[in-house]
């Protein structure tokens, strides 16, 4: 956040409160030098006198000059004071002048700024479309406008994409499945090296689609708007995922602390993608977890925070290479690599910025990860 005497305006300010201050002392001294100058006592030759009225005139004229000098002091004085305290005065009218004349010309500036932050990837329809003279403002908002319509077409485009990327790329994999289903289902002896292959491709064709539809996912909630969106517990989200991979945590051995997943946590937004998020957290907990491992689970519930938080053991990590793994295809050495498509974690990460949040991933000093999600929390309410 910028610091309040480093703005615009504050600058603005300064500048214009010199201005005003400098031309306030610029009058106030010509001001002085003629009232000063009007003020000076003339002495002129006194004419000749009768020697018998000299010592009475001359005393006459001490008590007048001294007089003259006295009411010539104190009317300086008096100049001075008042030129000082006027100059105060102006000093506060200038800063106060200042100001407004700053406050005045970012105005325009101020109006765009605050519309241009209410536009999101939800409503790029929307611009800024400001009116007045055809100056260096109105060329700005007319150039953020442009810039709004570019970034619109292409989330479009992008939407577009999402949209028909699934039946187009998915029709080619499904008539492949159907024709090694039709190979198979012949009712002559199919060779043994037939089956097998059938097998690594249907292994191959499955892999291909889990790739394909983390692509799809990934792609809906970087550049995709979020409909449907309901209020949901993290912790029931959590509980969905575990109870999906009980099987696969049985077959390992793991064993998994959930005593800290409770119903407090809410958030709102989309419950598939949400669903999926969970999914993924869990899937790679168990998928990286050494047989015999454990895993602990928790949810959160802190201020205006909700969040999910899994932890699992295991080898100590290079924490700049867990900072990678939000990323697509990153992993952490031949021993993670598994039967994922690599999007896993870094399709958390996407879900948890698509609704408000985000996904920071720790390397535990004793060995293991730590993923914890953080999400703005929500009301409670009939989750959907």
């Given at each position: 956040?910028?610091?309040?005497?480093?703005?615009?305006?504050?600058?603005?300010?300064?500048?214009?409160?010199?201005?005003?201050?400098?031309?306030?002392?610029?009058?106030?001294?010509?001001?002085?030098?003629?009232?000063?100058?009007?003020?000076?006592?003339?002495?002129?030759?006194?004419?000749?006198?009768?020697?018998?009225?000299?010592?009475?005139?001359?005393?006459?004229?001490?008590?007048?000059?001294?007089?003259?000098?006295?009411?010539?002091?104190?009317?300086?004085?008096?100049?001075?004071?008042?030129?000082?305290?006027?100059?105060?005065?102006?000093?506060?009218?200038?800063?106060?002048?200042?100001?407004?004349?700053?406050?005045?010309?970012?105005?325009?500036?101020?109006?765009?700024?605050?519309?241009?932050?209410?536009?999101?990837?939800?409503?790029?329809?929307?611009?800024?479309?400001?009116?007045?003279?055809?100056?260096?403002?109105?060329?700005?908002?007319?150039?953020?406008?442009?810039?709004?319509?570019?970034?619109?077409?292409?989330?479009?485009?992008?939407?577009?994409?999402?949209?028909?990327?699934?039946?187009?790329?998915?029709?080619?994999?499904?008539?492949?499945?159907?024709?090694?289903?039709?190979?198979?289902?012949?009712?002559?002896?199919?060779?043994?090296?037939?089956?097998?292959?059938?097998?690594?491709?249907?292994?191959?064709?499955?892999?291909?689609?889990?790739?394909?539809?983390?692509?799809?996912?990934?792609?809906?909630?970087?550049?995709?708007?979020?409909?449907?969106?309901?209020?949901?517990?993290?912790?029931?989200?959590?509980?969905?995922?575990?109870?999906?991979?009980?099987?696969?945590?049985?077959?390992?051995?793991?064993?998994?602390?959930?005593?800290?997943?409770?119903?407090?946590?809410?958030?709102?937004?989309?419950?598939?993608?949400?669903?999926?998020?969970?999914?993924?957290?869990?899937?790679?907990?168990?998928?990286?977890?050494?047989?015999?491992?454990?895993?602990?689970?928790?949810?959160?519930?802190?201020?205006?925070?909700?969040?999910?938080?899994?932890?699992?053991?295991?080898?100590?990590?290079?924490?700049?290479?867990?900072?990678?793994?939000?990323?697509?295809?990153?992993?952490?050495g031949a021993d993670r690599v598994g039967t994922g498509s690599g999007l896993g974690l870094s399709i958390v990460a996407?879900?948890?910025?698509?609704?408000?949040?985000?996904?920071?991933?720790?390397?535990?000093?004793?060995?293991?990860?730590?993923?914890?999600?953080?999400?703005?929390?929500?009301?409670?309410?009939?989750?959907?």
């Amino acid at each position: 956040m910028r610091k309040p005497w480093r703005t615009v305006r504050t600058r603005f300010t300064v500048l214009y409160g010199a201005m005003f201050l400098l031309s306030a002392v610029g009058l106030l001294v010509i001001t002085n030098l003629v009232g000063l100058g009007g003020t000076r006592v003339s002495q002129s030759v006194p004419a000749p006198v009768q020697a018998t009225t000299l010592s009475v005139a001359a005393t006459r004229i001490a008590r007048l000059e001294a007089e003259l000098t006295a009411a010539y002091a104190d009317q300086e004085r008096r100049l001075l004071i008042g030129s000082a305290v006027g100059l105060g005065v102006m000093a506060l009218v200038s800063v106060g002048l200042g100001r407004l004349t700053a406050g005045r010309v970012l105005r325009p500036l101020r109006t765009i700024t605050a519309a241009t932050r209410r536009i999101s990837a939800d409503n790029l329809h929307e611009r800024l479309a400001a009116a007045g003279p055809a100056d260096e403002v109105k060329d700005l908002a007319d150039t953020i406008d442009e810039l709004l319509e570019r970034l619109e077409s292409s989330f479009a485009a992008q939407r577009r994409f999402v949209a028909n990327a699934s039946h187009e790329l998915r029709t080619p994999l499904a008539t492949m499945r159907a024709s090694i289903d039709v190979a198979l289902a012949k009712p002559d002896p199919v060779p043994p090296q037939t089956t097998a292959l059938a097998g690594r491709l249907r292994t191959e064709l499955d892999q291909v689609d889990r790739l394909l539809e983390g692509f799809l996912l990934l792609a809906r909630a970087q550049h995709g708007a979020l409909s449907d969106r309901a209020t949901l517990s993290l912790g029931r989200l959590l509980t969905a995922a575990l109870d999906a991979r009980a099987g696969d945590i049985a077959a390992k051995g793991l064993t998994v602390r959930s005593g800290d997943v409770h119903d407090g946590a809410w958030t709102e937004g989309n419950g598939t993608l949400l669903a999926r998020m969970a999914d993924n957290l869990i899937d790679n907990a168990v998928t990286h977890n050494a047989p015999g491992g454990w895993i602990r689970l928790a949810t959160i519930a802190d201020g205006a925070t909700a969040g999910l938080v899994v932890e699992t053991g295991g080898p100590v990590l290079d924490q700049e290479q867990v900072d990678r793994l939000a990323r697509p295809f990153q992993r952490l050495g031949a021993d993670r690599v598994g039967t994922g498509s690599g999007l896993g974690l870094s399709i958390v990460a996407a879900v948890a910025a698509a609704h408000g949040g985000s996904l920071d991933l720790r390397a535990r000093p004793e060995g293991g990860l730590l993923a914890t999600v953080s999400l703005p929390l929500a009301a409670a309410g009939v989750p959907a």
